[in-house]
């Protein structure tokens, strides 16, 4: 048996998880976690990237001698380094406005049809693409999306991870190659970016100063470093017709495909196309998520309990108030339940008064988005749906599992709630010889040896 160790950060928190694998064996502990708390300077908000660097390395420290270490984060995101490979000031968050000035340059260059045919990327306003158009006057040598920048810090080593690179907005799902020709016209230099690496490709060994300040040396494996594809890898799905949903700051909702669709009623869905592990496409939507009810906790009172929350809200009645979990305001940090409150109130809906009745609007709101995504993913790929896996922190709550059961009317199989961490180290374990096959030896492997739990629609 091998041990890997898997670098998982979230929008919400970051984890350090110690897998145990041999050909009939997945064994994960958790031995770190830490916030992943946002800062605004001025008018930008943030990433923390020296904390969670620092978390990162407590959590190998204590990880201990691992045969491999792989790195995944939320995607879109970059560290921009100078001529001397340091980091030109803290990564900007996705969820910072200035986007918008970045979206308004390349959409008067190129339009979006002409993205989607290229790139089969949903719009979103902080795909890197815009992001990097708002960087003005950068004296940038290089960018690094977030886990290849945590991977330099570690190996030395600059590379860009082929999963994660697709978010950008500028890679080809096709050709697995960078849109040189779309980067030129929308005004992005793609040369920013390192050498493409595929999931599974050895990154490189650790430096020494990093040997030496977590206590022992190891080597570093690209992974699906996009925490979605690495998520999605650790679907414990058994058939081609069961749908995801990575539930965690955000929803992501769809299907597994081998080719992408492009078609303008794809466009029009606002259906992605990113690259997954083994050339696979993840065919989804993104749902604002479980952001919502995090925002609320943020606002209330951060010592309130969750469970307690959760208990009260399954009391309130059903569906008496539904809202557009994707309506643009729910988007950046805020007063959330005065926002669901306001757009309860704009849907002529009642307006939730107390806790649990805005928890429960947002879990309701929540299911009936991931029917929507789910009918439309079934609808524009010509898939039957027969089962739905929910993965990620929603996986624990079992209101919102239910409800998405009963929304769709399908079963919801709940688990693991690391799928995230145990795709990241299913892919290094292959690597590495510790375990043989494709995604469906993974994922039969997960049946067999994670906790799942089953619900029915009622
Ligand atoms: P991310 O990776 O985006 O940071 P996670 O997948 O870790 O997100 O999911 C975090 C969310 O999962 C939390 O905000 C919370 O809503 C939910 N969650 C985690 N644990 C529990 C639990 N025990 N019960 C209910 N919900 C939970
Ligand atoms: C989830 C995620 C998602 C992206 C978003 C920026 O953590 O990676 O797949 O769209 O963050």
Same mark, same amino acid.
């Given at each position: 048996?091998?041990s890997?160790a898997?670098?998982d950060? !979230?929008?919400?928190?970051g984890?350090?998880m110690?897998?145990?694998?041999?050909?009939?064996?997945?064994d994960?502990?958790?031995?770190?976690?830490?916030?992943?708390?946002p800062?605004?300077?001025?008018?930008t908000?943030?990433?923390?990237?020296?904390?969670?660097y620092? @978390?990162?390395?407590?959590g190998l420290?204590?990880?201990g001698?691992?045969d491999?270490?792989?790195?995944?984060?939320?995607?879109?995101?970059y560290?921009?380094?100078?001529?001397?490979g340091?980091?030109?000031?803290?990564?900007?968050?996705y969820?910072? +406005?200035?986007?918008?000035?970045?979206? $308004? +340059?390349?959409l008067? #260059?190129v339009?979006? +049809?002409v993205?989607?045919?290229?790139?089969g990327i949903?719009?979103?306003?902080?795909?890197?693409?815009?992001q990097?158009?708002?960087e003005?006057g950068t004296?940038?040598?290089q960018a690094?999306?977030?886990?290849?920048?945590i991977?330099?810090?570690?190996?030395?080593?600059a590379g860009?991870e082929l999963?994660?690179?697709?978010?950008?907005?500028l890679l080809?799902p096709?050709?697995?190659a960078w849109?040189?020709?779309l980067?030129?016209?929308a005004g992005?230099?793609?040369n920013?970016?390192?050498?493409l690496?595929?999931?599974?490709?050895?990154?490189?060994?650790l430096v020494?100063?990093v040997?030496?300040?977590?206590g022992?040396?190891s080597?570093?494996?690209?992974v !699906?470093s996009?925490?979605?594809?690495s998520?999605v890898? @650790?679907?414990?799905a058994?058939? =081609?017709?069961?749908?995801?949903? &990575?539930a965690?700051?955000?929803?992501?909702?769809?299907?597994?495909?081998?080719a992408?669709?492009?078609?303008?009623?794809?466009?029009?869905?606002?259906?992605?196309?990113?690259? =997954?592990v083994?050339?696979?496409?993840?065919?989804?939507?993104?749902?604002? @998520?479980?952001?919502?009810l995090?925002?609320?906790?943020?606002?209330?009172?951060?010592?309130?309990?969750?469970?307690?929350?959760?208990r009260?809200?399954?009391?309130?009645?059903?569906?008496r108030?539904?809202?557009?979990?994707n309506?643009?305001?729910f988007?950046?940090?805020?007063?959330m339940?005065?926002?669901?409150?306001?757009a309860?109130?704009?849907?002529?809906?009642?307006?939730?008064?107390?806790?649990?009745?805005?928890?429960? &609007?947002?879990?309701?709101?929540?299911a009936?988005?991931?029917?929507?995504a789910i009918d439309?993913?079934?609808r524009?790929?010509?898939?039957?749906?027969d +089962?739905?896996?929910?993965v990620?922190?929603?996986?624990n709550?079992?209101?919102l &599992?239910?409800?998405? $059961?009963?929304? &769709? @009317?399908?079963?919801?199989?709940?688990?693991?709630?690391?799928a995230t961490a145990?795709?990241n180290?299913?892919?290094?374990?292959?690597?590495?010889?510790?375990?043989e096959?494709g995604?469906?030896?993974?994922?039969a492997?997960?049946?067999a040896?994670?906790?799942?739990?089953r619900?029915a629609? #009622?």
């Amino acid at each position: 048996m091998k041990s890997f160790a898997a670098v998982d950060l !979230g929008a919400s928190s970051g984890r350090v998880m110690v897998g145990k694998v041999g050909p009939r064996t997945l064994d994960l502990t958790e031995v770190h976690r830490f916030a992943n708390r946002p800062v605004r300077v001025g008018a930008t908000l943030h990433w923390d990237i020296l904390a969670l660097y620092r @978390g990162i390395l407590d959590g190998l420290r204590v990880a201990g001698p691992v045969d491999g270490i792989g790195i995944d984060s939320w995607a879109v995101d970059y560290g921009l380094l100078d001529a001397r490979g340091a980091l030109i000031g803290n990564p900007v968050h996705y969820r910072d +406005e200035r986007t918008a000035r970045g979206v $308004a +340059e390349v959409l008067a #260059k190129v339009p979006h +049809e002409v993205l989607y045919a290229e790139t089969g990327i949903q719009f979103q306003s902080f795909n890197t693409v815009f992001q990097l158009a708002a960087e003005r006057g950068t004296r940038a040598k290089q960018a690094l999306l977030i886990p290849d920048l945590i991977g330099y810090w570690l190996t030395g080593v600059a590379g860009t991870e082929l999963t994660n690179a697709s978010t950008t907005g500028l890679l080809d799902p096709r050709t697995g190659a960078w849109s040189r020709g779309l980067a030129d016209a929308a005004g992005v230099d793609v040369n920013l970016f390192p050498p493409l690496r595929r999931p599974g490709e050895e990154l490189g060994p650790l430096v020494p100063e990093v040997c030496a300040e977590i206590g022992f040396g190891s080597t570093v494996y690209n992974v !699906g470093s996009h925490d979605t594809a690495s998520a999605v890898a @650790g679907v414990p799905a058994g058939s =081609g017709h069961a749908a995801y949903v &990575c539930a965690g700051t955000w929803s992501l909702v769809g299907l597994e495909l081998d080719a992408p669709i492009r078609s303008e009623a794809s466009r029009r869905a606002n259906f992605t196309n990113e690259v =997954g592990v083994d050339g696979t496409i993840r065919y989804l939507r993104n749902v604002t @998520g479980l952001w919502l009810l995090q925002e609320c906790q943020r606002v209330w009172d951060a010592s309130l309990d969750l469970e307690t929350l959760l208990r009260e809200a399954a009391e309130v009645p059903a569906r008496r108030s539904v809202v557009d979990a994707n309506d643009p305001r729910f988007m950046p940090l805020g007063d959330m339940p005065a926002r669901i409150a306001r757009a309860c109130e704009d849907a002529g809906q009642p307006v939730p008064r107390t806790h649990a009745e805005t928890v429960r &609007c947002i879990l309701d709101s929540l299911a009936e988005a991931h029917r929507r995504a789910i009918d439309d993913a079934a609808r524009l790929s010509g898939r039957r749906v027969d +089962e739905i896996h929910i993965v990620g922190g929603g996986a624990n709550n079992e209101l919102l &599992c239910q409800l998405t $059961a009963d929304a &769709c @009317g399908l079963p919801v199989v709940a688990g693991p709630v690391e799928a995230t961490a145990l795709g990241n180290i299913l892919v290094q374990a292959r690597a590495a010889g510790a375990f043989e096959g494709g995604l469906a030896e993974m994922r039969a492997l997960l049946r067999a040896t994670q906790p799942l739990r089953r619900y029915a629609p #009622k």
